[in-house]
Each structure stands twice: as structure tokens, then as C-alpha cells.
């Protein structure tokens, strides 16, 4: 099993990566579930492991939730809060994650919140929570005004990682996570990005040593960025590397509304790169290698690859002002240098943005 650290003082903790991680950490689980702690579990997943949970925790209350983007929501926060609090779980128990990034979100928002702040461990079962929601400590509701706008940053104390559960896991889903996996070595590691052209069949293959290499070179990068800059002050807004065109794109659909947040991180990566070639700040050639290799392993590329959706220019534009990053009004981009070097640039001209965004309208799929 590799171990990761998250170097955050008093708050560090340790991220266990493996096949077989979910039991071989079952004493850790145990001591951090002591004083009176519950599971929020996804539904799909806790049909599929509730003996293996029984076994590690014994009769732990277990919370579940629906599986699906729109459990990420006020009402299920509300919700789960109550039950947790209907639990008996104290200040001092746990809340433990059990699933994707909306059971880890969902989940470590209600942590975050408990009693003003409970525990929470994460134990994510999809590739795009093992590889990067379930670290760092970003936890949130979506609202109509846009993608995870409430929430708080609360730290895990232990995020354990199995590898084996990635067997169940749907191959669309599987994909989506590997769009998390890409970003990695499109915003900081090139040489990681070369790794996974020649090994994406592998890695979608869920090989477990290719898996094992893609989940702690993501969960090393992750870590070292937010062990520098916790609150996205500076640097940790890079790994939000197509987010702000892909977080548009999932408001526009609709929470659960056909595009996972995977594909749409994989759009926005494409976006961010070709916005990037369009200012004369990356190299065509660059942008054209991150979208060929997105969409050789069949994630969309393009808005015209998502079936049905029709958004205007000016209705994506109006999601992205809703982004987090905005300042003063202006829009906050995370755009590429060069593969392997993304970068913050503040105060994009709307104008522009929006030309783009026509102009990528009317791009044929690829
Ligand atoms: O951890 C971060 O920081 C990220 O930006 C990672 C993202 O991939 C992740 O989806 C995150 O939850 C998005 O954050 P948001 O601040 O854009 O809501």
C-alpha cells in the first residue's frame, strides 16, 4: 500500500493507496470512528459493499444518499444533517464518506458544518473522487446560481483509497475520472501527460499497477499544492484547470442533466486550451495533442459532441460570472502555457470570452 501526506501542520494526514486499502486500514478507521460516528454511503455502492462496511465498522448508522449529481443539493444536506444529528454522532465522532465526489462533497459539507465541525473521512470509490475530489478539503452544495457556490474547506483526517472498487464502477464513470487524471499533466507535469498517452488503455483497463501510478501521481500533486495554498489563495486555483467553461457547461445541462462532471472538466480542458491559442499564449500544436488524446479515449472535446445542448454564448458566459474566481466583476481563468504548464490569468475581458464562446458554438465535433 503507498502512503501520501498532506502536509498541513496540526491538520496533516495521510492518504493510503492500494488493492485491499479498505481493510488493511480498518484499525485506523476504527480508532478515528471511536466516539459516536456514522457512514453517508451512495446508495449504488452500499448495495454492492455492505458486508465488506459491517466488517470494518460493525453496526455503524449509515446514512444513505441517492446516487447522482442532484444529491448534492440543500435538501440532501439538510437532510443528512438531521439524521447524522438523529445518529448521536458527536463533535468528536466522524462522518465517513462512502463514494464518489457528491457522497465526499455532500458529506464533507455536513462534517464541516456539524455541530460546527465533526471529523470526516473520506473513502472514495470512483476514480474522480479517488484522484481528486476526496483530497484537500473543498466540500459543497450546487445552488441555481452555479456548481458547489455553498460550502466550506474542511480537511479530512484520513482519505483511504481502494483500488478494487473501481471493478464496479461503470466504464462512462471510469472515464469521467480519467479526465481528472489528464488534468494533472496538462496543468503541471508533462512528462506524466506523455505517460498517459502511451497507457490510457491500460489505466481504463483498471490494470492495477497502472492504476495505483495514476492515483499517487495525481494524489502526490494534489497534495503538494494544497499543503502550499490551502485556501486557493494562488497556485491551488490551477487545478481548476477547466472547470470554469466546464462548471458552465453542467449548470447549463442541469445537475444530473446527462454530462458528468468528468466529461465536462475534459470540454473545458479542450476549451481552456484553445482559448489559450486563440490569445496567443500556447502553441496550436499543444492544444491539439491535449484534444486529440481526450478524445481518443472518447471523452467530449466539443460542445457540439454533447447531444442536445444548444446554450447560447451569452447564457455560458453568464454561468461562468457565477465562478468563484471571479474578482471585482471579472472573469479569472486557468489558461496553458505550454502542455505541462498551466497558469492563473486574472481580469479576462468578457468581450472576448464571449467571441469564444461563439466561435466555439459553431465548432463541428471532432
Ligand atoms: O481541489 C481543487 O482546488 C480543485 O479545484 C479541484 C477540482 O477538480 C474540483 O472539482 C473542485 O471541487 C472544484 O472546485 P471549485 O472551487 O471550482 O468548486
Redesign the pocket.
Known sequence: MSKVRVGLGDRAYDILIGSGAFQAAAGALRTLTEKPSAIVADETVLGLYDGVLEAVFGEMPIITLPSGESAKSFAEYARVSEELLAAGVERGGSVVALGGGVTGDLAGFCAATLRRGCKLVMVPTTLLSQV??SV?G?T?VNTRAG??LVGAFHQPSLVVIDTDFLASLPPRELLAGYA?VVKYGALGDESFFAWLERHSGTVLACEEEALRHVIETSCRM?AEVVAEDER?AGR?AL??LG?TFG?AVEAEAGYGGGVL?GEA?ALGMAMAARFSVARGLAAQADADRLERHLASVGLPTRLAALNGFDASAETLLGHMMQD?KVEGGTLTLILMRRLGEAFVAKDQDQRVVLEFLEKERALAPS
Open positions: 481528486d475530489s484537500g473543498k459543497a456548481k458547489n481528472e494534489k486557493e491551488r487545478l481548476n472547470h462548471h462532471h472538466v468563484k
